[in-house]
């Protein structure tokens, strides 16, 4: 239960490291990752019972609505055990084109009291060409994986979309769906890819690599991750163009650069550059979700993030019109035991 979790676990995790967040953050993936580096852990984690409430979207079967967002396993190296923690579909990377280490430490900061996290990770990651060998070696997947793509630090804006298509050719054969991310606040200048012209430059090129690339199942579906800071004109701009060229659903949201609803112990760190998620973001994500539903129908299923610390929490998203949900912060704050509770939650309700 979330209670026995937040007592023991909780305390203990959030205590490792020096109390450090990162490295807490890099033990636990450690541990994850070992857990499944063979093929018989893996074989032994396949056979855990895990929550099930199928739901087909854009093609794929997943095995209950509630995913990983992406940062959490930024190199692919857990996917086995995600599964086995009851995670219907996994969200691997952001990874990059150019292997990165990402913004100087310390760059990761957790607001207890807030149920937050402020982050300024800068894409850390080993590379596309690295997590495509991850993938090759790992073999099929226990639940459907996602790869979420971003821009190098080191490739100027307008060399993105020679970076994001780099990273999608090699990744492509491993991917059930691909996340466009231009919505991280830690990379300078990618929120300016959710400009019109510049988000349709790289959706034609990233469409029509897959449309070429595409086997007797079709193309793989491709999604674009947008910020919960942007306007309503400026996602229908989004959503126009994501319709126009093809693009198969919206995830909303990424990150926060505001501020609001923090609680009064952890405004001393309100002044930390970087994303904001967790609680405060919540309604903001929430009413992004609505807008996209509203605007685009059936036309761009949306997976909704942000802020779900509880199975109400992904109620309201399910009831603003979210198919799919993804836990980061909630993960990081209610443990396993809240993946499988919003599962069985959505299962009663759907």
């Known amino acids: 239960m979330r209670s026995a979790y937040t007592a023991l676990t909780r305390k203990a995790l959030f205590a490792s490291g020096g109390g450090d967040p990162e490295a807490a953050h890099h033990r636990t993936i450690r541990i994850l990752e070992q857990a499944g580096d063979s093929p018989r852990r893996r074989a032994a984690l396949a056979k855990l019972p895990r929550p099930s409430a199928p739901t087909t979207l854009f093609g794929i079967r997943f095995p209950n609505p509630v995913g990983l967002a992406a940062g ?82 080191v490739t100027p804006v307008s060399g993105a979309t020679e970076d994001y298509l780099n990273s999608l050719k090699v990744l492509l054969p491993y991917a059930d769906y691909i996340a466009v991310n231009v919505s991280s606040p830690n990379t300078p200048g990618l929120r300016s890819l959710q400009d019109r012209s510049a988000l349709d430059e790289l959706l034609s090129a990233l469409r029509g690599h897959t449309v070429a690339a595409a086997g007797p199942g079709g193309p793989v579906p491709l999604l674009v991750k947008i910020a919960p800071d942007l306007t309503d004109d400026a996602v229908a701009e989004v959503i126009e163009v994501c319709a126009t060229r093809g693009v198969a659903g919206i995830i909303a949201t990424n990150t926060t650069i505001s501020r609001g609803g923090l609680a009064p112990s952890d405004l001393s760190r309100a002044g930390e550059a970087g994303g904001l998620s967790g609680r405060p973001v919540h309604a903001m994500a929430v009413r992004t979700v609505a807008f996209v539903v509203k605007e685009a129908g059936d036309a761009l299923p949306v997976i909704g993030v942000g802020g779900i610390l509880d199975p109400d929490d992904a109620q309201r998203m399910f009831d603003a019109g979210a198919r799919l949900v993804q836990l980061y912060t909630g993960f990081v704050y209610g443990g396993p035991g809240l993946v499988r509770r919003i599962a069985r939650a959505g299962a009663a309700h759907r």
């Open 72 to 153: 959490m396993d930024k190199d692919a190296v857990a996917i086995p055990a995600w599964g086995a923690l009851g995670f219907g579909f996994v969200e691997v990377g952001t990874v990059t084109w150019h292997p990165q280490p990402g913004n100087p430490a310390p760059r990761l900061f957790r607001l207890v009291e807030s149920e937050a996290i402020i982050n300024r990770m800068g894409f850390n990651n080993r590379g596309a060409q690295a997590m495509a060998a991850r993938l090759a070696a790992l073999g099929p997947a226990p639940v459907p994986v996602g790869i979420s793509l971003g821009k190098s630090k």
